[in-house]
């Protein structure tokens, strides 16, 4: 919304209107909460929905669980990636060490 419409009344109250409705389902998620901060501006939003706190840094883990309640897997949440269990039950193999001087190979270190 915030890249289709300009600034302004008609696009806040248009997404305000959009947020509501995703409230009301209890669909909001990453998706949801990010374009509604782009389209509304930051302090309408927390004077709307009473929300302390700097927008910017309120995460959807934060807001209410009744808002993103119907929103089982949200795909575009951030996410951090988890290093594979290591099972390391082989024993260690043993090193081998080549040892070659310059004179042997032709090469000149």
Not at 6 to 27: H, K, S, W, Y
Not at 62 to 90: C, E, F, G, I
Request: aromatic share 4%; charged share 25%; hydrophobic share 35%.
């Amino acid at each position: 919304l915030a890249n289709l419409m300009p600034e302004g009344d008609v696009r806040t109250n248009m997404a305000l209107q959009i947020f509501d409705r995703c409230i009301a389902d209890g669909l909001v998620g990453a998706l949801v909460w990010n374009e509604v901060r782009r389209a509304v501006p930051a302090k309408q939003l927390a004077k709307v929905y009473h929300l302390s706190g700097p927008i910017g840094s309120i995460q959807v883990k934060d807001l209410p669980k009744k808002w993103r309640q119907s929103n089982r897997s949200d795909k575009n949440a951030p996410t951090t990636k988890r290093q594979p269990l290591k099972v390391d039950n082989d024993p260690p193999l043993p090193t081998r060490t080549i040892v070659e001087t310059s004179v042997q190979s032709g090469k000149d270190l």
